[in-house]
């Protein structure tokens, strides 16, 4: 996700922002800038130096030199264009006399951009953000050509944010109104801070924390004006609206972390929000909504055969959960591969297969290295990744992003339900293009899959219960997962998160499976967890359940609300909010998160930075 900073006071304001900018770094970065106005206009410095655009620009004797009292800037991580120079924020309009920063995704920039294009407005950029700027500049003019005068800034900008479809933290300054910065919102966070020598915005309250005293949060559908001694907020429709500030007792560090104990804990929590903002702008109809940056042309798709899944980790997890929806959708034969063992395997590959790599980082030499040789082989190559302009977009032939934002805790967490919102999303799109589906019920299941981020909102506010419950197993030392169907990709990627963070014997286990073998290792030192929501092989998963209690294994489930019979059976129950049984890894691995973090902490583990695990492999 982007950062935002900016800051209007009676000073100089260069350093604020570039200190700023410093403080954001943490969350991961590919491109920065900084806008500055003085008397003179806006100056803008901006780079996409990996790692390094901050520095370049702390150094810029035009940066450090300046008197501007008044500026933005802004960390990007990009979604649309690749990080550069010219994608990189500030944006300007077409006069240069305004500039903007960004966080968010615009559904309709592309509509907006063809409409302002016809209206003489010329584009430097590729990104989705730019558009704020010239629709911003062409209502102003609007507004001036009617000749209403008063508010013309703010009027502006209240037209320009309705306008807007998605999802956005949106400031902008202009040398013709230079004691001003408005800012607006609708999902993405914006905190307004107030200080004794101005006042302050950022996407972060880590970046103002040292300025400001008091901080308010802005609200979704809330513009903030902001001079360096006044605050007004309003309504999209500019209806005033009462705030109270509030002081933040929080250190920097707590900050970086909105107040919560790890960054792991933190993602946990961004988890509805990253499966949402993977989801905007795709749908069911359009295949080609789904790929970003390189295409296929999704006719390119009708010859396809199969569909070959690989990747590493938790993104072999949600490569599993794909495999069972598009086979189920778009009737399609999929193979699931390992990354690390695709290309030894000797696997059939031509034209007429499709393979998918799927990688948070777009960095693991495995799934690299799969991808690399699934081209030679001449088949189609598409990744799913998190990170723009990461190493595996350069050798494919279509991109789909997962919107997920920088992931810096070690342990995948809000990374895998974007990587299932694309996935499963892409997979209905998949059934539509193949004919398998109709409309309607494609509708259906897609506006379902939307649904799933207020059904994980809802487990989420079970936190506290679920880690109580998560506190009785401090003492157990093996676990097993156990789930069918869907429940099986999920008992896999629990195991995982236990292991990595808490360091406990975990395995995950197709259910079925249990007593071809593992169930000789069940006695009453092991905990079975069962995936036990509602999936066609219910009853049977309770059958499985039922045999490894009568070897004496302590028993837990993660059942549905609905599930009113659960209870008879079992003592400790993971209750999570019903959901279409495709759509279940999404929601039912929220308490299995918080079981694996609640053994970590209780084993006073290093949560974010586990023992012996890099955040990205990039050895064999
Ligand atoms: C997940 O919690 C792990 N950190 C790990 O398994 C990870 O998913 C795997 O290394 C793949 O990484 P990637 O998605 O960046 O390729």
Same mark, same amino acid.
């Given at each position: ?9 009676? =000073? ?36 996409? #130096? ?41 944006? $300007? ?17 592309? =509509? ?45 900008? *209240? ?44 996407? &972060? ?5 040292? #300025? ?17 001694? !006044? ?53 069911? &109809? ?41 086979? #189920? ?16 395997? &000797? ?38 990744? /998190? ?63 939307? /649904? ?89 998963? $309770? *059958? ?5 209690? !009568? ?51 209780? #084993? ?17």
């Amino acid at each position: 996700m982007c950062g935002i900073i900016g800051a209007v006071t009676g =000073e100089k304001v260069n350093q604020i922002l570039i200190d700023g900018l410093k403080k954001l770094e943490y969350r991961g970065y590919d491109s920065a800038g900084v806008t500055l106005l003085d008397g003179s206009g806006l100056e803008l410095y901006k780079y996409a #130096h990996l790692n390094q655009s901050i520095e370049k620009l702390s150094v810029m004797p035009q940066v450090n030199d300046s008197m501007a009292a008044i500026g933005l800037a802004h960390t990007r991580w990009a979604t649309h264009g690749v990080p550069n120079d010219l994608n990189a924020h500030p944006h $300007l309009d077409c006069s240069g006399k305004l500039a903007i920063v960004h966080n968010g995704i615009i559904e309709n920039f592309r =509509e907006l951009k063809e409409m302002l294009k016809d209206s003489g407005h010329e584009f430097i950029s590729n990104t989705d953000s730019e558009v704020i700027a010239h629709l911003i500049e062409e209502n102003l003019s609007l507004i001036k050509s009617e000749g209403s005068g008063a508010d013309e800034f703010l009027r502006a900008f *209240s037209m320009t944010l309705k306008a807007l479809l998605g999802t956005f933290a949106v400031a902008v300054i202009s040398s013709e109104y230079p004691d001003t910065i408005l800012v607006g919102k609708n999902m993405s966070p914006v905190v307004v801070g107030l200080g004794n020598m101005g006042n302050f915005i950022s996407s &972060d309250v880590s970046a103002i924390l040292e #300025h400001a005293e008091k901080f308010v949060y802005l609200q979704d559908l809330q513009i903030a004006a902001v001079t360096k001694s !006044s605050l007004k907020i309003y309504d999209f429709d500019l209806s005033g609206i009462e705030f109270a500030a509030t002081p933040v007792t929080w250190s920097y560090k707590d900050a970086q972390k909105a107040g919560y104990e790890t960054f792991m804990l933190k993602e946990i929590h961004e988890e509805p929000y990253a499966f949402t903002e993977t989801l905007l702008g795709r749908s069911t &109809d359009k295949l080609e909504l789904y790929f970003d940056e390189i295409h296929f042309d999704p006719h390119e798709l009708a010859d396809i055969r199969k569909i070959f899944l690989v990747g590493c980790g938790t993104s072999y997890h949600s490569a599993m959960v794909a495999k069972y929806a598009i086979e #189920h959708w778009a009737r399609i034969p999929v193979e699931l591969d390992i990354a690390s063992e695709f290309r030894y395997r &000797d696997p059939v590959l031509d034209s007429t297969t499709l393979v998918v790599g799927i990688t948070q980082s777009g960095e693991t030499i495995d799934t690299l290295a799969a991808l690399n040789f699934a081209r030679k082989s001449r088949a189609k190559v598409l990744c799913v990744t /998190n990170v723009v302009g990461s190493t595996v977009t350069n050798n494919v032939d279509a991109v789909m992003f997962t919107r997920a934002g920088p992931e810096i805790s070690v342990a995948a967490t809000k990374s895998y339900v974007a990587q299932l919102a694309v996935l499963l999303g892409f997979s209905i799109a998949l059934g539509r293009f193949s004919g398998v589906l109709f409309k309607s019920e494609a509708d259906r299941y897609f506006a379902d899959l939307q /649904n799933c981020a207020s059904m994980m909102e809802i487990a989420l506010g079970r936190e506290t219960s679920y880690r109580k419950l998560a506190e009785k197993f401090k003492d157990t030392r093996d676990f097993f997962f156990i789930g069918r169907h869907m429940g099986y990709p999920t008992s896999l990627e629990a195991a995982l998160k236990l292991k990595e963070i808490s360091y406990l014997h975990a395995e995950g286990y197709p259910a079925g499976e249990l007593k071809h073998g593992p169930i000789a290792v069940l006695d009453s030192n092991t905990t079975v967890i069962g995936i036990a929501t509602k999936n066609k092989l219910y009853e049977k998963l $309770l *059958s499985n359940l039922e045999e490894v209690r !009568s070897r004496n294994a302590r028993v837990v489930v993660v059942a549905n609300d609905s599930d009113n019979s659960v209870s008879n059976y079992f003592d400790d129950i993971f209750y999570v909010p019903d959901t279409f049984d495709l759509f279940s890894p999404v929601v039912d691995i929220i308490p299995l998160q918080f079981l694996a973090y609640e053994l970590a902490v209780r #084993h006073n583990n290093d949560v974010d930075k586990p023992r012996n695990l890099a955040k990205t492999v990039t050895v064999e």
